[in-house]
């Protein structure tokens, strides 16, 4: 039976977040962002092993101290999330068959359920696919001036969010053959002229970029802790 691999690109600057601590050491109700992303898929039966993929400059990972017999830690990070997750394909000793998650360091607010959801819906699809949320609001189309120059329909249009899963070989041909850095793997595939399945995500699973997005995944995991997680 195919397994489950989970890849974490942990290679970038978080420049967005202009902190001093690389943005995935950040604390987050008393424990580093990456240990939270890490527990959901360590702690998943489902889930054989867990790459986390660091830069070869990284110089903070050792003090997290943290270990899990799944728990595999590859510093070959590259100059684009694309290149990070390539360079750890490109070292993996899996079956093309089995599945490979990619997940965002920065998103911790992956629910052990959305987490099980994404598996059984994608785990017999021929292609692969990915968590994204449905536009909510109306979406606006900026000139140069930051004025409005029009209204743009939002019908059909999703969010990607994180994970993104696919079959080791088909992932590692896509970005083996994406020329330019595509923003997440959904990318590369349907550039190989394929249609990854779009699997509802949450709000919840929102990705640390600005400093206020610390502030709401604060709040979530807060209201978690409290015991009304569903
Ligand atoms: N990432 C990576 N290698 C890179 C760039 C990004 O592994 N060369 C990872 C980040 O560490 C993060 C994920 O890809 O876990 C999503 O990227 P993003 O949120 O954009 O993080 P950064 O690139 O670090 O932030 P920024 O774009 O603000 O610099
Ligand atoms: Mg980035």
Request: proline share 5%; with cysteine; net charge negative.
């Amino acid at each position: 039976m195919a397994k489950f691999h989970v890849i974490i690109p942990a290679a970038g600057s978080g420049s967005r977040m202009a902190s001093v601590l690389p943005k995935q050491y950040l604390p987050l109700l008393g424990r580093p962002i990456i240990s939270w992303t890490l527990d959901t898929f360590l702690l998943c039966e489902r889930i054989a092993k867990v790459h986390l993929v660091l830069s070869a400059e990284d110089a903070d990972w050792q003090a997290q101290n943290i270990q899990h017999p799944k728990l595999s830690i590859l510093n070959c990070g590259g100059e684009t999330r694309a290149a990070t997750v390539l360079n750890a394909l490109n070292i993996l000793n899996v079956d093309v068959e089995d599945w490979v998650l990619v997940h965002d360091a920065a998103r911790p607010g992956l629910t052990h359920a959305l987490l099980d959801f994404l598996l059984d819906e994608i785990q017999d699809d021929q292609v692969g696919g990915l968590l994204a949320i449905p536009v909510a609001d109306t979406l606006k189309r900026a000139n140069n001036e930051q004025r409005v120059a029009c209204t743009e329909p939002r019908e059909g249009l999703w969010q990607a969010q994180t994970p993104q899963m696919f079959r080791y070989g088909i992932l590692k041909e896509a970005l083996t053959k994406s020329g330019g850095a595509p923003t997440d793997e959904a990318q590369a595939i349907e550039a190989l002229g394929l249609r990854p399945k779009l699997v509802t995500g949450q709000l919840r699973n929102l990705k640390i970029t600005f400093p206020q997005d610390l502030a709401l995944a604060e709040a979530i995991l807060a209201v978690d802790q409290q015991g009304v997680r569903k």
